[in-house]
Nanobody
Framework: VQLQASGGGLVQAGGSLRLSCAAS????????MGWFRQAPGKERDFVAA????????YYADSVKGRFTISRDNAKNTVYLSMNTLKPEDTAVYYC???????????????????WGQGTLVTVSS
């Protein structure tokens, strides 16, 4: 399974972006999926996760109420809609898939076994 993240870019604080993560195989429609991010000089942090059918989601406290994770299984794609962006949201964003969890895989990166290449989001103040 290959995951291709896209949609990153430069945005001003308070702005919005939508990231996409396209999977190479339809089997991903049965996988729980998530987004993580890594800021320069920092560890990779959990952002959001979603169950296989989109019925359940889970967010890091830092993005709750501002970010929304969703998926379209007909397109083998997971999205991360980001609103009210802050400079501290600047990071490389990675999507991930778990063939071990159909429910929300959670925040533990070891639960995910497929990773995309990342897309850079830069929020200017």
């Amino acid at each position: 399974v290959q995951l291709q993240a896209s949609g990153g870019g430069l945005v001003q604080a308070g702005g919005s972006l939508r990231l996409s993560c396209a999977a190479s195989e339809r089997t991903v429609s049965r996988y729980g999926m998530g987004w993580f991010r890594q800021a320069p000089g920092k560890e990779r942090d959990f952002v959001a996760a979603i169950s296989w059918n989109g019925g359940n989601t889970y967010y890091a406290d830092s993005v709750k109420g501002r970010f929304t994770i969703s998926r379209d299984n007909a397109k083998n794609t997971v999205y991360l809609s980001m609103n009210t962006l802050k400079p501290e949201d600047t990071a490389v964003y990675y999507c991930a898939a778990s063939d071990k969890f159909t429910v929300v895989p959670g925040s533990d990166p070891t639960r995910y076994n497929y990773w995309g290449q990342g897309t850079l989001v830069t929020v200017s103040s």
